[in-house]
């Protein structure tokens, strides 16, 4: 068994870690002075636009993506990219997106790279890769369980050669961007049809009439304003072309799935950046804090802390690549109860690394100086994006059932 990456991944790795030193980790104070400095902005910020100029000339571009576009960038497989994932989470708010890697963006271009006719490829995908424009996807909806995606109540109607779209989506992540110009719906064309064949997917310009962004929402106080928010918005009859469907009526569902296997990889990956980021800072702290004359990192909870951390951490990455390995062998449905497994025990773990963390910053965690707060609202969020806890528990659960048999009925005297 080999635990080496390839030769590609291996050059992408390096690329990554010397990206973030040059370039990324200076930039976060920036950052923060740019979004203190203009408030009422959702676009990204200059220093954003900077960083995308050396990630392109880095060849750090469109890598979640397999294949060449003739974008300036190289994709890699799912495994390949794992690692370089990982990495950019430890930067969260600024390594994807100057990659041109970052969610929702990622997924739609996915989508449409897989289901998209060349029409709509032309149109949407390619300023996607070019980074010219941003998307949002717009799924969840404040009066439905949206994990159950037969409840989804947004009606794509059929009208002659259009589609008439109703319905209040929220958590729409990116749409407060005006350089959202695309928004993907998933919404019911057919509310009888069998339960995974009732939605379907369409593309809606942003400018359509009938579109309306009614507000933003927040992450624990977070508004993520630097990368866009995320919007509630209502669709008041919003009429698109029948050719703006992704694929066929009814495939929603299935669609939804395929977008969402790689995108539970990239966001697993990127925790565990996270959680690295934070053990880097928990031991830079606990040599440099005194408390009542002992340095933290004589205490033996300290030391449990890091222990339980780090083979955590150790753990959950062979998980993830071996998911990863699967979806780049056998393909993504191969991969169904490992990304189950990880999208429940990876958030959960970092977010419990994040818990040590802030509390070994004592009031320091609590503040903006560190990012720790902003990474715990986000490994938190995690836990319900693309799917609660609860739902991919069961789904595993019920695998586990699949695989093994019943018990033999006892024999009685």
Known sequence: MDFAHDATASKYVDLMQDFLEDCVYPAEPVLRREVAQTPDVWSLRPVVGALRDDARERGLWNLFLPGDHGDGGRGLTTLQYAPVAELSGRSPQLAPVAMNCAAPDSGNMELLHQFGTPAQKERWLAPLLAGSIRSAFCMTEPDVA?????????????????????????????????????????????????????????????????????????????????????????????????????????????????????????????????AERAMDLMGARAHQRVTFGRPLATRGVVREWLAESRWAIEALRLLVLKTAWLMATAGNRAAMTEIHAIKVAVPGAVQQILVRAVQLHGAAGLHDDEPLAAMFAAARALRLADGPDEVHRVSLGAAELRRTQPLPEPAHP
Not at 155 to 173: E, F, M, Q
Not at 188 to 203: C, F, G, K, V, Y
Not at 228 to 254: K, M, Q, S, T, Y
Request: with cysteine; glycine share 12%.
């Open 146 to 274: 949206s994990s159950d995606a037969a409840h989804l109540a947004t009606r794509l109607r059929r009208d002659g050669d259009s589609y008439v779209v109703t319905g209040r989506k929220w958590w729409s992540t990116g749409a407060m961007n005006p350089d959202a110009a695309l928004l993907v719906v998933m919404g019911a064309t057919d509310p009888e049809a069998p339960r995974h064949r009732r939605q379907s997917m369409i593309l809606v310009p942003r400018d359509t009439p009938g579109v309306r962004v009614v507000r933003p929402l927040t992450v624990f106080g977070y508004d993520d304003r630097d990368h866009g928010g995320h919007a509630e918005i209502v669709f008041e009859d919003a009429r698109v072309p029948a050719e703006n469907l992704v694929g066929g009526e009814g495939e929603g569902f299935a669609i939804a799935q395929a977008r969402l296997g790689p995108g539970r990889v990239h966001h697993c990956m990127r925790a565990l950046g996270m």
